[in-house]
């Protein structure tokens, strides 16, 4: 098979396009090409009158590699790399135990997935419920202003990814393809094909509900189990290695391979193995507000005249702008056509976060806009100092909207007039249980406030009507990336003084999505069957 890259289409080109432009580019005849796939189709946007398709290919063809020597110069037309999977080992016969994975976010849940591939019969513990009770629980606070700590965004089947625009993209370097292996999974629990090849893949949250089910289906066909409403209160350590974990029932469970993929909200079970002596050490972070417009600007902006094309879908953005102060804002999780929803786990907290469908056709475009902050910032050098901050800043922004879970909220022209909103404009808040217009100049730090106030001007500038008077400010995003990063080695993925005890995905500090969780997932799974096979 040749790769081809960089073939340029019209938007709206014929069907028989592409495979005329195979042809015209390795100067063939049609018969001597036998089929093709797509292996990536994106746009160029540049120029908003000629919108193009950018693809590229995987062609089959009778002559390859007489092709591949006539442009060997061209590094648009090489062999199309293989990105099929293969398992590092298989569980041996004689298997005495097996791994325990704590915590099911895409991190957890490919490690129990490729474990169980490989015949290793994992046990994953999970906090929160199933995630058909946890969807429930969730619109219980979305609703009805009724919190279960235990089962939330944040916690449960899934993890947070769950309640996202649930985005299939990364830009972690993958020359394993582990991000294909992740893709292809999905697509066979139900995600669409177009996932494996489009440039930025997205779920929604309502199919990623039914993904979730047939993978936790297909790990317990395979040998595995999952418990619920099983809340891990101690890891066993004897002489730095790990023997298993205790239940808030009281429930030991013994393995020497512990998978502590937990997700960047469990702050109790942080500070747990802190107090067992397992290295944690403070990392940076981002906090801001979400925030909304008509998606109609976004897409005029973006596409032009082809705003609202079938094959375009709702328009996003990426915006970065750095500070007079030294500090950097940017978009965060920006949800095309999305909602603002309710993120909190912790009672008396208010956070927010973004969600969308895989249809993207709500009124609202919203992001978060954030500024990094780093261990500096912190009341404190305790290494879980970036927990205190973000209590701080959710408790004081659950009592500015009104101690009842309602948001603080403020339209944009008022907050760079520095002056209180009293009432809403064109842009009506998605977020549920509700927005209480007041003003958001104590929700964040002093210098967050001044970046955020330099940076929404100079946003306008990249997207006209950014900063539009009545766009929509709801505080706070908090839970941009976990607050600490648990260290591990390179090379086995155990914990630096903790052997047998291996941190992943977004929790410790190792991931920042769906897709980077779940690599790193697989990666630690293999590194765990490595070790349970004795390789």
Not at 106 to 129: H, N, S, T, V, Y
Not at 220 to 241: A, K, M, P
Not at 285 to 302: K, L, T
Not at 388 to 400: K, P, S
Request: net charge neutral; hydrophobic share 35%.
């Amino acid at each position: 098979m040749l790769r081809l890259t960089e073939i340029r289409l019209p938007l709206d080109h014929s069907a028989d396009a592409l495979s005329e432009a195979i042809i015209k580019r390795l100067q063939i005849t049609p018969a001597e090409l036998r089929d093709f796939s797509i292996a990536r189709r994106g746009f160029d946007a540049r120029k908003k009158s000629a919108i193009l398709f950018v693809y590229s290919l995987d062609v089959d063809i009778a002559n390859e590699k007489s092709l591949l020597q006539k442009f060997s110069a061209d590094h648009n037309i090489k062999a199309s790399p293989n990105t099929e999977y293969t398992y590092v080992t298989h569980a041996p016969a004689d298997l005495k135990s097996r791994p325990i994975i704590i915590g099911t976010g895409p991190c957890g849940f490919m490690a129990g997935l490729i474990l169980a591939q490989m015949g290793f019969k994992p046990l994953i513990l999970e906090r929160g419920q199933e995630v058909r009770q946890r969807t429930k629980d969730t619109w219980a606070l979305w609703r009805n202003h009724k919190l279960n700590p235990e089962s939330n965004v944040q916690f449960g089947e899934g993890g947070a990814g769950t309640f996202s625009d649930g985005k299939l993209h990364t830009q972690t370097k993958d020359p394993r393809f582990l991000g294909m292996k992740v893709l292809r999974e999905f697509v066979r629990a139900g995600a669409p094909e177009e996932i494996l090849f489009v440039s930025k893949p997205h779920v929604g949250t309502f199919r990623l509900v039914g993904m979730v089910e047939k993978i936790r289906a297909e790990i317990i066909s395979l040998g595995g189990e999952f418990r619920f409403d099983s809340r891990v209160t101690d890891v066993n350590i004897v002489d730095n290695q790990v023997r298993g974990v205790t239940l808030a029932s009281g429930e030991k469970i013994e393995s020497d391979h512990v998978v502590f993929a937990i997700g960047h909200s469990a702050r109790d079970t942080f500070q747990m193995i802190y107090d067992k002596g397992v290295y944690v050490e403070a990392k940076p972070f981002s906090v801001g507000f979400r925030i909304e417009h008509p998606q109609s600007i976004i897409d005029q902006c973006r596409f032009g005249d082809f705003a609202g094309h079938p094959d375009l879908g709702a328009a996003d953005y990426k915006l970065v702008h750095h500070c007079k102060n030294g500090r950097s804002v940017y978009s965060f999780c920006m949800c095309p056509g999305g909602t603002v929803v309710a993120a909190t786990s912790e009672d008396g907290h208010v956070v927010t976060n973004g969600m969308s469908q895989y249809s993207r056709n709500e009124r609202n475009a919203n992001s978060g806009i954030v500024v990094g902050i780093t261990p500096e910032d912190f009341p404190s050098d305790h290494p879980l100092a970036g927990i205190d901050l973000q209590r701080q800043l959710e408790t004081h922004a659950f009592e500015l909207g009104g101690s009842n879970y309602d948001a603080p909220g403020q339209l944009l022209g008022d907050f760079l007039k520095n002056t209180p909103s009293t009432t809403l404009g064109s842009v009506q808040p998605s977020y549920t249980p509700g927005v209480h217009l007041t003003s958001l100049d104590s929700a964040l730090p002093d210098y967050a406030i001044q970046a955020i106030r330099e940076a929404l001007p100079a946003f306008n500038r990249k997207i006209k009507g950014f900063s539009m008077h009545d766009a929509v400010l709801t505080g706070v995003e908090t839970r941009t990336s976990s607050p600490v990063r648990i260290k591990r080695n390179r090379d086995d993925y155990q914990s630096i003084n903790t052997k047998g005890f291996y941190p992943g995905g977004e929790g410790a500090g190792y991931a920042g999505g769906i897709l980077s969780a779940a690599v790193d997932g697989i990666e630690i799974a293999e590194a765990v069957a490595l070790s349970m096979a004795g390789k």
